[in-house]
């Protein structure tokens, strides 16, 4: 194996997927909140490289997801717990309006980035994460996605979704 060879840079897509939904997870069981739902629905991939390269076989993903849930009571007590579980996991945090409405901002440790907003819309915690961008056709992967999920699969991240057709 080669020193260019880290694990970053082997990790596949689904391996990214894996770890932002389970940090998102993860960081809301850090929390005393109840109720937690993935607003946007399951995790899902985006393209990394330009849109004229979509298709070639150098095309990047990265999965991203995102839960929400009621606003707590304790917002500035719930960001310093975020904050403190994510800078364990070795990622490097910052956090914005501390002493009103924190926003906690992570990078590294096993995701891309990191969120969490206790000032989210709908007087609601969000909580979101993206994985780095990893070889992969961010269409194909979110076909292939829906294919397993049409035969019954619960994917990570589907947790709390109704599988159902929307409302049109």
């Known amino acids: 194996m080669s020193e260019k060879n880290t ?3 082997t990790n596949s897509a689904r391996e990214g997927r894996d770890r932002v939904v389970e940090l998102v997870f993860n960081t809301a069981e850090q929390l005393d909140i109840t109720g937690w739902w ?3 629905g399951s995790a899902g991939a985006q393209e990394c490289t330009p849109e004229s390269s979509h ?3 150098d095309a990047t993903a990265s999965y991203s997801y995102d839960r929400w ?3 707590g009571t304790d ?3 719930d960001a310093k717990r975020v904050a403190e579980y994510w800078e364990s996991l070795g990622m490097s945090v910052r956090t914005v309006n501390p002493t009103t409405h924190p926003t906690v901002f992570a990078e590294g440790g096993p995701v891309l980035r ?3 907003d206790t000032y989210a819309s709908d007087e609601s915690y969000s909580i979101s994460a993206i994985a780095p961008c990893s070889p992969g056709d961010a269409w194909t992967l979110n076909e292939e996605d829906s294919a397993e999920r049409d035969q019954g699969k619960v994917l990570p991240g589907d947790e709390g979704l109704v599988l159902q057709d929307p409302p049109q």
Do not use: M, S
């Open 114 to 116: 990191a969120e969490f």
């Open 75 to 77: 917002h500035i007590g």
């Open 55 to 57: 298709g070639r076989e």
């Open 38 to 40: 993935p607003r946007n």
């Open 7 to 9: 694990p970053e840079e």
């Open 69 to 71: 849930a009621p606003r």
